[in-house]
């Protein structure tokens, strides 16, 4: 818990550092609306980029923490799950039949 509460502060506290840069920029800016609009773009693309790594990198972690403590039930057949007795052959799929007639067809033109 620890963790979490001091990665989302990290987060927040270094957005509202962008932001307050920001904000100093477009004050010392001025009348120059051609500086504003490069300050503006670069500061909201940082704070999306730290806050979506934030969250992606928490979404992974809190998976991955789930998967581990989540014991796996057993398969149809016991842990190693279920047993291939036969491959199928082409003629007992359609679909190739199917693929090979057009193939056939084909040549014949």
């Known amino acids: 818990m620890t963790r979490s ?3 989302l502060l990290a987060v927040i506290s270094s957005d509202v550092a962008i932001v307050v840069a920001g904000i100093w920029g477009i004050t010392k800016a001025g009348d120059k ?3 504003v609009v490069p300050l503006l773009t670069s500061a ?3 704070v999306t980029a ?3 790594a934030y969250f992606g990198i ?3 972690a809190n ?3 789930q998967a581990i403590e989540t014991p796996k039930p057993p398969g149809p057949q016991g842990e190693r799950g279920p047993k291939v007795t ?3 052959r082409v003629s007992q799929v359609p679909r190739a039949r199917q693929a090979a007639s057009h193939i056939r067809l084909m040549r014949v033109r």
């Open 44 to 46: 909201f693309t940082a």
């Open 58 to 60: 928490r979404a992974v």
């Open 63 to 65: 998976t991955a923490k």
């Open 50 to 52: 730290i806050t979506t």
């Open 86 to 88: 036969q491959v199928p």
């Open 5 to 7: 509460v001091t990665g």
């Open 33 to 35: 609306a051609q500086q």
